[in-house]
C-alpha cells in the first residue's frame, strides 16, 4: 500500500480510515501514517511537525483531536506499550486477539491481571469515566510504584481506553498545570454493541491483521508481527 504523508489533521484521519490502524508515532517496524520519532523531526522535511502547538499539522495535537472530534478512532497505549490508533472497523479483531474471548474477571481469575489494574479498573467502570489524577485519589495510589505499569497492561488487554482530557484543580476550583488524561471501558467509548457483539475468532482476527501489516508494510518482520498483534 502507496503510503501518504498527511499534511493535515483531516488528511491524517482519511488515510487511518483507508489503514485501519498505526502507531502513534515511529513505526517500530511495523507501521506508522506519521513515520518517524519526534527526536528525528528535525531533520525530515514532512509538513506534519511536531510539538508546534497546530492543531492542523501538529500530530501531538491529533491524539486528542480524535478522541474530542471523531468517532471512528480510538487512541491509547495498544501497541509495544507505547500509543496507537484502532479504527471501529478493526476494534473488534484487537480486541479478539487481546481478550482473548475473557471478561475482566476471567482474565484476573487466571492470573492475568495485578490487584493494581484490579483496583484502578473497577474505578473507573463505577465511575464511567475518570481522569488520572482522579484515579490516584480515589484509589490512594498517588505513591504506588506499578500505577503506569498496571495502567498501560490494562490499555493492553483492552480493558480501559483514553477517552479524552480533564484539568486538574486546586482546591479553589481553579485548573492548573497539564491536563490529565481521562479513561473509561472500551465498552462506554463506543457506547455501540455492535463492536462488542462480532465476535470473531481469535486465529482469523490474527491472520487478518498480519495481513493488513504486511499490505502497510510488506517488510515487516514475522516475530515483530506477532508481538504487534498479541501484545
Not at 509538513?47 to 478522541?67: I, N
Not at 482473548?100 to 474477571?105: C, D, I, N, Q, R
Request: glycine share 8%; charged share 30%.
Amino acid at each position: 500500500m502507496e503510503q501518504r504523508i498527511p499534511n493535515n489533521f483531516g488528511e491524517f484521519c482519511d488515510e487511518l480510515l483507508k489503514c485501519g490502524f498505526s502507531l502513534g508515532g515511529g513505526s517500530k517496524g511495523i507501521y506508522a501514517i506519521i513515520p518517524y520519532d519526534w527526536k528525528e523531526q528535525e531533520f525530515l522535511d514532512y509538513p506534519a511537525k511536531w510539538h508546534t502547538g497546530d492543531p492542523e499539522t501538529d500530530p501531538w495535537e491529533w491524539r486528542m483531536r480524535v478522541l474530542e472530534e471523531r468517532s471512528e478512532f480510538a487512541y491509547a497505549k495498544v501497541f509495544f506499550n507505547v500509543s496507537g490508533y484502532i479504527t471501529k472497523e478493526w476494534y473488534p479483531y484487537f480486541l479478539s486477539v487481546r481478550r482473548h474471548g475473557k471478561s475482566f474477571e476471567e482474565a484476573y481469575n487466571d492470573g492475568e491481571i495485578s490487584q493494581t489494574a484490579k483496583k484502578i479498573y473497577e474505578l473507573v467502570s463505577d465511575n464511567k469515566r475518570l481522569a488520572v489524577h482522579e484515579i490516584k485519589q480515589l484509589g490512594g495510589l498517588e505513591k504506588c510504584k506499578d500505577f503506569d505499569k498496571a495502567l498501560t497492561g490494562l490499555q493492553m488487554k483492552m480493558y480501559l481506553t483514553m477517552c479524552g482530557r480533564a484539568p486538574k484543580l486546586n482546591k479553589n476550583g481553579e485548573p492548573y498545570g497539564w491536563t490529565s488524561t481521562v479513561f473509561c471501558t472500551p465498552e462506554v467509548f463506543w457506547n455501540d454493541e455492535a463492536v462488542f457483539s462480532r465476535t470473531i475468532p481469535e486465529a482469523e482476527a490474527a491472520e487478518t491483521i498480519g495481513q493488513q501489516v504486511l499490505k502497510l508494510n510488506p517488510e515487516a518482520s514475522e516475530r515483530k508481527i506477532k508481538k504487534f498483534i498479541f501484545g
